[in-house]
Each structure stands twice: as structure tokens, then as C-alpha cells.
């Protein structure tokens, strides 16, 4: 399984970690992805996704 949300498409971003000296080092910013189960209408069933933390929040909010 990637490292995407399966609901948003969110993927990891990539950034520079800078040092006290303003040296860069490339670093890979993650996606925050957590197993949800979520209820379909259509297909009458739970299912098991991989989703970012903020679209859990979209979800909760939209309920």
C-alpha cells in the first residue's frame, strides 16, 4: 500500500530541514494516515481505508 489517502490523494511533501548554520538537507514531509473504517451507503458495508487525519476530521464534521 502507498503512502496516499485513499479518499483526498493526499501524498508526502518534499521540504528542507535547515540547519542553525542555514545548511539544507532535503527531508520527506509524510502524510498523517490512519486505518478508518467507514460506512458505505451504497455498497451496505463497512470498509477499511487509509486515510489522512484531516479528512477523518472533513468526515467527523460532516456528521
Same mark, same amino acid.
Given at each position: 500500500?502507498? #503512502?496516499?489517502? *485513499?479518499?483526498? /490523494?493526499? +501524498?508526502?511533501?518534499? /521540504?528542507?530541514? +535547515?540547519?542553525?548554520?542555514? $545548511?539544507? !538537507? %532535503?527531508?520527506?514531509?509524510? +502524510?498523517?494516515?490512519?486505518?478508518? %473504517? +467507514?460506512? &458505505? !451507503?451504497? *455498497?451496505? %458495508?463497512? =470498509? #477499511?481505508? @487509509? =486515510? &489522512?487525519? %484531516?479528512?477523518? $476530521? !472533513?468526515? !467527523? #464534521?460532516? @456528521?
Amino acid at each position: 500500500m502507498s #503512502k496516499k489517502c *485513499q479518499l483526498t /490523494g493526499k +501524498v508526502a511533501n518534499n /521540504g528542507y530541514a +535547515v540547519s542553525h548554520s542555514h $545548511k539544507r !538537507t %532535503k527531508k520527506l514531509q509524510n +502524510v498523517n494516515l490512519q486505518y478508518k %473504517k +467507514v460506512w &458505505s !451507503t451504497e *455498497q451496505n %458495508k463497512w =470498509i #477499511k481505508m @487509509l =486515510i &489522512s487525519t %484531516k479528512a477523518i $476530521k !472533513t468526515l !467527523t #464534521k460532516a @456528521l
